[in-house]
């Protein structure tokens, strides 16, 4: 079967940087010049300049026993140093690191002096807890400066983090306790969200516990912060309260430098099937593009920029831009413990306003929830202080897309669409905000240094004006080293399906348009087969969403007898439509609506109106589960969804 994805949505609208913003923009045009030049040069030159290395190195590149790449690899270096110290050393002690605000309303800023100590008296006492380098460290914290403070305390021993999000069940923290061989785990009484105290502890309790199997966990000390002052069971000789030990510990402690290679972190991904994958990733390379791609693409002037990136440090967003890349780039930013509607579904607004927010980076799903509420929601707040949006984890639909320049943007605010993935560690393909001029839901451009590719299952390329899958050419800094335990599935998952090529392979589908600027169409495991003609989840879902009435959309193919599959829409309407149409007035109106956005062929068999849409935690929408649903199936497995329930109410109203 030929891997052409149809193209079917055009879009015109253009937007060149302002010209205030051009001029005083980290990013200059001549950077894809010196990338193009030299691209390992060009690594090198900006590890040099971003990183302190304690031992310079002088190789860039081992690529002689693909896929497992070093870069950097006679190097040496901390990576807590580089977040840490060396900005405190600098001068820039009195710099605030995070300013915290936690969803009960408390609040706190922490400098980079006191987040340093702070770090310094953590790894002294993980260090007495048994944890050196090498030894893994799980990590099931709320949004807390603690969680930052924790990671880079394991950093800083060249030890392994291993984050587990905070909404995922004892089972699921044991699985990954277990296939990571974690010796310490870090967690809290519980945190705040949705205006209550949700519990923690008692899921690592449970996740300890003997489990009937006779198998006894890793885990020998247990390090407890308290957040929330809930009760917790307490196992003597093994739980440590992190308030009586921190406070007391030592904030003298010196960082060792480790190998550019030495592993930095595990990160499960949360796949929709089957053993979650335990993502490595090493130091020196992905602290250089975690660092480049944050400093770049959000064009980051730390002196002045307030950062706010609302992703979860359970995800690799909190990662790279959170933790890593903002921190390492000495910039001030906001953490917030909670979710976006408590107390009141202003409360983002409220923050940007509160702490001068310039620089913003979230996920479309959350910018389609706040469409669906209506604008005046963040009208009445001062967004002034907002120069640059981001967007990552899922495209973002032209007028998803739109509303985020106009309503919160105030229309003037670039915005830079990121395109990567927890494998790739760090931002792969993007616009540069004073360089590129944007184009309402396109990724756009590789960035400087990585080379990004759209071919047919041959390896061959497309071309502009054509679809395909999407790869990476050549290694990159950030790139995965490895799956933890299981070099085999690592190599069948990402290099097999192109191994004469090298080519690393994403699993999204792609085109290019007739510039050569890249869309991405969604999973290549999404695309549906209407007729013979393949097609994108992702340009029908926005031909949906560009409907004034739909706040957001899903798009499954189901098997059809005429056509082979058939498009089947699973619709929300904004709240203010909901009132004056019938579901079933709307539903036709928009089966209209995409054959005349795109042509006959996309008109969807059947449209769902529905009140919400399977998602995972991280926000991703599970349309496997809308398959089962539309092809009348029992549905499967929903233990990946943020909310389980969600799915027996689709099922209903598809009834
Ligand atoms: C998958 C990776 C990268 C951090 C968050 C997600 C999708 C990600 C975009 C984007 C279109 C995107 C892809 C990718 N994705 N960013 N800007 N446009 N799709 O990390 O959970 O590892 O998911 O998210 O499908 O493969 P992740």
Redesign the pocket.
């Known amino acids: 079967m030929s891997q052409q994805i149809d193209h079917l949505l055009t879009e015109d609208r253009r937007f060149a940087p302002p010209a205030d913003f051009v001029q005083n923009a980290v990013a200059k045009p001549g950077i894809y010049d010196e990338a193009a030049d030299d691209r390992l040069s060009f690594w090198a030159a900006r590890s040099r300049e971003l990183l302190h290395w304690h031992t310079p190195f002088t190789n860039v590149l081992d690529w002689s026993n693909p896929p497992f790449a070093k870069w950097f690899d006679d190097g040496k270096l901390n990576v807590a140093y580089n977040c840490l110290d060396r900005h405190v050393e600098a001068g820039n002690g009195d710099r605030v690191a995070i300013h915290f605000e936690g969803e009960p309303g408390d609040s706190r800023s922490v400098t980079y002096a006191e987040l340093t100590a702070e770090v310094k008296r953590v790894a002294n006492v993980l260090a007495g807890l048994g944890v050196g380098q090498g030894d893994r460290v799980a990590i099931y914290l709320p949004m807390i400066p603690e969680a930052i403070a924790s990671l880079l305390a394991v950093a800083r021993l060249g030890a392994v983090h291993s984050v587990v999000f905070g909404g995922f069940s004892a089972d699921s923290l044991r699985a990954r306790i277990d296939d990571a061989g974690a010796k310490v785990v870090i967690t809290a009484d519980g945190g705040y969200r949705k205006g209550k105290a949700s519990a923690l502890k008692p899921a690592v309790d449970q996740a300890l516990s003997d489990r009937g199997d006779g198998e006894q966990a890793t885990v020998e000390k247990v390090l407890v912060v308290r957040r929330t002052e809930q009760e917790v069971e307490w196992t003597d000789g093994r739980d440590v309260w992190w308030h009586d030990v921190v406070p007391a510990a030592s904030a003298e402690h010196e960082a060792e430098a480790f190998d550019a290679e030495n592993p930095l972190f595990i990160l499960y ?2 796949g929709t099937t089957g053993k979650p994958k335990g993502i490595l990733h090493t130091s020196g390379g992905y602290l250089t593009q975690a660092a480049f791609t944050h400093r770049n693409v959000f064009d980051l002037h730390p002196e002045t920029d307030v950062y706010w990136c609302t ?1 979860d440090i359970g ?3 909190g990662h790279s831009y959170v933790t890593y890349g903002p921190l390492a780039n000495g910039a001030t930013q906001v953490l917030y413990e909670g979710t976006p509607e408590f107390p009141e579904p202003g409360r983002w607004w409220d923050i940007i306003e509160k702490y001068g927010v310039s620089i913003f980076y979230t996920a479309p799903t959350a910018v389609r929830s706040f469409m669906k509420q209506g604008r005046e929601i963040p009208q009445k707040r001062d967004l002034s202080s907002l120069r640059l949006l981001g ?6 639909n032209p007028e998803a897309w739109m509303w985020f320049r106009e309503v919160i943007g105030s229309g003037l605010t670039p915005i830079v ?8 560690g760090a931002i792969m ?1 993007s616009a540069l905000p004073g360089v590129t001029e944007t184009k309402p839901g396109s ?1 756009q451009v590789a960035l400087p240094g990585v080379e990004i590719d759209v071919v047919d299952e041959k390896g061959e390329a497309v071309g502009n004006d054509a679809g395909g899958l999407l790869v990476v050419t050549d290694p990159w800094p950030s790139m995965l080293r490895g799956i933890w335990g299981d070099p085999d599935r690592f190599v069948e998952t990402y290099w097999k399906m192109f191994a004469d090529k090298g080519f690393y392979f ?3 589908g792609a085109r290019l348009d007739e510039d050569g600027d890249i869309w ?1 169409l ?2 290549v495991d999404d695309v549906m087969n209407v007729s013979g003609h393949r097609l994108s989840t992702a340009e029908i879902e926005s031909a949906l969403v560009a409907h004034d009435a739909t706040a957001e959309a899903a798009v499954v193919g189901a098997s059809d007898e005429t056509t082979g599959q058939a498009v089947v829409a699973f619709v929300i309407l904004k709240e203010s439509f909901l009132k004056d149409n019938s579901a079933e007035g709307l539903a036709n109106t928009l089966r209209q609506w995409v054959g005349e956005q795109i042509g006959p062929i996309a008109r969807p068999r059947d449209v769902y109106i529905v009140g919400e849409l399977p998602k995972t935690r ?1 926000g ?1 929408i599970m349309r496997r589960l809308l398959r089962d649903v539309a092809e009348g199936r029992e549905v499967g497995d929903t233990q990946t969804l943020a909310d389980t329930a969600v799915m027996s109410v689709i099922a209903r109203q598809v009834k």
Do not use: H, M, N
């Open positions: 991904t949360s992703a995800w690799i967003t967007s990552v984890g899922e495209p973002i669409d990121t395109w990567w993935q927890t494998e790739t393909i990724a994403a699993g999204d991405l969604g999973r991280s991703k």
